[in-house]
């Protein structure tokens, strides 16, 4: 406990934040990798309803990274403008937008999933819709992979002028 009364007021803050926006990552890719694995024609009911379950978790943890991510730029980082004057910063922040608008399409098939799932009846999935599936959680997975090694360049200030 001494320990901890000895560290200056927004260090304790800084860290939780820090430690959202981490934890949140890493429960995006693992469900990612999840739903990845999970995928295929004509799904069991428990299989289904998995993946019904973890696109939820997947968009939960989606809105923590995005909201600590403002956090971190707003109050807990450099300073705002060392962020937004850099263009890696909008390269990783472009990639998190990409990622999440192509991940609309999953989501809304899962959605549809829930309603014969509710009826006791499994959701009728194309081999076709399974591969389209598969692609858009290899292209996210990659994504996902990518972004943290444009946070670090842009942590340590790669890409701003001068
Ligand atoms: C729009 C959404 C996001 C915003 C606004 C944002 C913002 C930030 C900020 C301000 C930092 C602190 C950098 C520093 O220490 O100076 C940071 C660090 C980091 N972010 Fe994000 N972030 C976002 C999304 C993401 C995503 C989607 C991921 C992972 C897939 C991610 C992974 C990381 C990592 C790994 C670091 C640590 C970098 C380091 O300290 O070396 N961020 N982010």
């Known amino acids: 406990m001494a320990v901890l009364a000895a560290l200056p007021a927004p260090v304790l803050p800084s860290a939780a ?40 978790v997947y968009g939960i943890a989606a809105l923590a990274l995005l909201l600590s991510g403002i956090a971190r730029v707003l109050h807990f980082g450099q300073g705002s403008a060392f962020y937004t004057e850099n263009p890696l910063f909008w390269v990783k922040v472009g990639t998190y937008v990409a990622v999440g608008a192509l991940s609309l399409y999953p989501t809304i ?48 200030g790669v890409g701003l002028a001068g």
């Open 17 to 56: 934040v820090a430690y959202v926006h981490y934890l949140s990552f890493m429960v995006c890719f693992g469900a990612l990798v999840l739903e990845r694995r999970l995928i295929r024609a004509d799904p069991s009911r428990e299989d289904a309803t998995l993946m019904v379950i973890t696109d939820v």
């Open 109 to 156: 098939t899962y959605i549809l999933w829930a309603i014969p799932l509710r009826k006791g009846e499994l959701p009728q999935v194309s081999e076709a819709l399974a591969g389209r599936l598969r692609w858009i959680l290899n292209i996210e997975l990659v994504g996902f992979a990518a972004i943290p090694f444009l946070a670090t360049l842009m942590a340590r």
